[in-house]
């Protein structure tokens, strides 16, 4: 893949939009979120086979707010910067690159991390630079000089290498099949 590909079949901008990126961001928020909840869920049955006397205290939710923001961090900044991409971001076909087209590297994944923090923050207004920037960059972009583009190839291609794996050649037998099914209706 060359840095910054458009999508194969457009003649849109290589840069990622707001749906594109709102979307992949919900994906991950599902994600994270819905782990943590069965954690949370696995952890209160412990607690309670252990005997805790139940109950609350606001250092229990702060360490609890403390725990989800670490998570999310790592979550963000680990995926964007051995990958380029979180889950979200790969169902959606975009990537964080550097300004270059490169990996952005630990660094650059965590500044974007703590500035997606802040984009969010006041009403995920932070993201709103995506609608007037010429490479579509929220405050997360700008603070780590990164963009995200489309990468429509990396998922096509790997959509390819699973059905020829499936039918052991090219994909043939699979794509005959799809075919067929098509027709029916």
């Known amino acids: 893949m060359t840095a910054h590909s458009p999508p194969a079949t457009t003649g849109e901008s290589p840069y990622a939009g707001i749906v594109s990126r709102g979307i992949a961001f919900l994906l991950d928020s599902l994600v994270v979120n819905a782990t943590l909840v069965v954690a949370g869920v696995i952890i209160g049955w412990v607690l309670d086979l252990l005997g805790d006397p139940g109950g ?21 900044t680990g995926l964007w910067a051995l990958s380029g991409q979180t889950v979200g971001m790969w169902w ?64 096509d291609t790997a959509a390819e290498a699973s059905w020829a794996g499936a039918s ?9 099949s799809a075919a067929k099914r098509n027709q029916r209706g």
């Open 56 to 76: 609350v205290d606001a250092g229990a939710i702060l360490a609890g707010g403390i725990v989800w923001l670490s998570i999310w961090g790592a979550y963000l």
């Open 92 to 155: 959606m076909r975009i990537a964080v690159e550097d300004a270059g087209g490169g990996p952005i590297g630990w660094g650059r994944a965590f500044t974007r991390a703590v500035g997606t923090g802040l984009a969010v923050l006041p009403f995920f207004l932070g993201f709103l630079p995506i609608l007037f920037s010429k490479r579509r960059r929220a405050v997360n972009d700008m603070l780590a000089d990164t963009v995200v583009v489309y990468r429509v190839e990396e998922r």
């Open 168 to 176: 052991g050649a090219d994909g043939s037998s699979l794509a005959r």
